[in-house]
């Protein structure tokens, strides 16, 4: 499939819900004699790109993994640039995604980003939440265990008895709820991890795993990766019937 001569055949069985490891920036900019930053915003480009697509493809929500927990590690120079990046898409991009039909919602801790960022993301949700095209969760202050653990501290505070605490419970306290768990997760940049992105959620998720660095991950991949998901059997730990 090639993306300026073909056109794409509509897929029988596109995924819901895709998850996406934005991974390979830095490794995209080093190549391409740029910045970590340049690499992020290129990253964030191909992701604006990637959602038109999603659009296009049927895929209704999609999952960002814009910024971990441990992405705290960073220098302070990078985790100040990436949270500008999310604060100039707030303040620039989103009036344009909102007007094709994207609802944006967050995924993780907002308290620990400055409060500047903090109200944007809360604004951006707000002025977007009746847009029903394609939902955009971002994964950003993120991390799957801590996920969890916030789940259980408002389940104790909630006082719910052991009895009542089952899956579709704990469901509802993450920061998911409501939502479809991801179907299908894709990483970029070659490495066969989940990195704490999704994991109550990604339980019966189907992996797509590519070499290419994110800012390069186009269209005909992504179509390549939507198809051959369509292609596997499901079976949630059942048998073929
Ligand atoms: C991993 O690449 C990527 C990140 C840690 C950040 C991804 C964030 C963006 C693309 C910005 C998204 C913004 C919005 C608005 C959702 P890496 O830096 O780990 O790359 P490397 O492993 O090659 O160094």
């Known amino acids: 499939m090639n993306e300026l001569t073909d056109s794409f055949p509509l897929l029988e069985y596109p995924p819901q819900h895709v998850g996406i490891i934005m991974d390979g920036n830095g490794r995209w900019a080093e190549a391409n004699g740029k910045s970590r930053y340049q690499g992020h915003q290129a990253g964030t480009d191909n992701l604006e790109r990637l959602l038109d697509d999603s659009i296009e493809f049927g895929v209704k929500m999609i999952t960002a993994y814009a910024f971990s927990t441990e992405n705290w590690r960073r220098s302070t120079i990078e985790i100040k640039g990436l949270m500008k990046i999310l604060e100039r898409v707030i303040d620039n991009r989103l009036?344009?995604?909102s007007r094709k039909g994207v609802q944006l919602r967050h995924l993780g801790d907002l308290e620990k980003l400055e409060s500047t960022l903090r109200k944007k993301i809360l604004q951006g949700i707000e002025s977007t939440r009746?847009?029903?095209?394609?939902?955009?969760?971002?994964?950003?202050n993120y991390g799957g265990r801590s996920e969890i653990v916030q789940a259980v501290q408002r389940v104790i505070q909630d006082k719910i008895p052991p009895e009542q605490i089952t899956e579709e419970?704990?469901?509802?306290?993450?920061?998911?709820?409501?939502?479809?768990?991801?179907?299908?997760?894709?990483?970029t940049s070659g490495e066969f991890r989940t990195s704490n992105f999704l994991i109550w959620q990604a339980?019966?998720?189907?992996?797509?795993?590519?070499?290419?660095?994110?800012?390069?991950?186009?269209?005909?991949?992504?179509?390549?990766a939507l198809s051959e998901f369509g292609k596997r059997d499901r079976r949630y730990g059942g048998r073929k019937g």
């Open 95 to 97: 009036v344009e995604l």
């Open 130 to 140: 009746h847009n029903e095209k394609l939902i955009l969760n971002v994964a950003f």
């Open 169 to 187: 419970l704990l469901s509802r306290y993450m920061y998911t709820a409501g939502s479809p768990d991801p179907d299908l997760i894709i990483r």
């Open 203 to 224: 339980a019966y998720a189907e992996y797509y795993v590519t070499p290419t660095y994110w800012p390069d991950f186009n269209k005909t991949e992504y179509y390549r």
